[in-house]
């Protein structure tokens, strides 16, 4: 059961990450598009380094 949401927290975190590049990447070429992408961006790749932390902490106590 731990092992399960370990893999489900670790997944979500590499989701997160992912996401917060790809949405990085593509707001930098529309100058036009403010801050607000950016900051979802650093807010998604910052959740998914903290998950990513956790899962790999959970996973070293098992």
């Known amino acids: 059961m731990r ?3 370990t ?3 670790r997944a979500f975190g590499t989701l997160s ?3 917060g590049f ?3 990447l593509l707001s930098m070429p529309s100058g036009g598009a403010g ?3 950016q900051i ?3 807010f998604l790749i910052l ?3 903290g998950l990513r932390i956790e899962a790999a902490i959970a996973d070293r106590q098992f």
């Open 3 to 5: 092992a399960r949401r």
């Open 7 to 9: 893999d489900t927290v």
């Open 17 to 19: 990450l992912v996401a």
């Open 22 to 24: 790809l949405i990085s």
């Open 35 to 37: 801050l607000k992408p």
């Open 40 to 42: 979802l961006a650093a």
């Open 47 to 49: 959740t998914g380094i």
